[in-house]
């Protein structure tokens, strides 16, 4: 079964169905149900800050259920030095930069996302799921 780290974006468009990229996403996710699909705290921080400033209680209990189904990844320091190492070299944002180390860190196959940037340093490894052709 292929790993797959998902970027916290993908999950924001299927669950808050509002954006533009929505159907995509549902697509995709839909048709790579066999994929493992991986996550670290760093998701969970960021799909929940804007729910929790607006007390969308709903919404967070539906984001909490779909991430404790994910398999979840530990960032650890050998992460934040290869995130330096990342950033230094690509000009990534830190949190992208610790997306893709985790994922390089743990063997994951594939990182799903739709941030050129991120997908130009991850190289092979980059899926942008919005380009992708189902």
Known sequence: MRRAYV????????????AP???AA???LEGNADANLCISPLVRMEILVKP???QQLSLIQAYETLLEAQTWLTINDRIFARA???RSRFGLKTPDALHLATAQQYGCDELWTNDSRL???AGSMAVNVFEHKM
């Open 119 to 121: 997908q130009s340093a």
């Open 52 to 54: 929790m400033r607006l």
């Open 26 to 28: 549902q697509r995709w």
């Open 7 to 18: 970027d916290s974006c993908l999950f924001i468009y299927w669950v808050e169905r509002a």
């Open 21 to 23: 990229q929505t159907q």
């Open 84 to 86: 330096l190492a990342l």
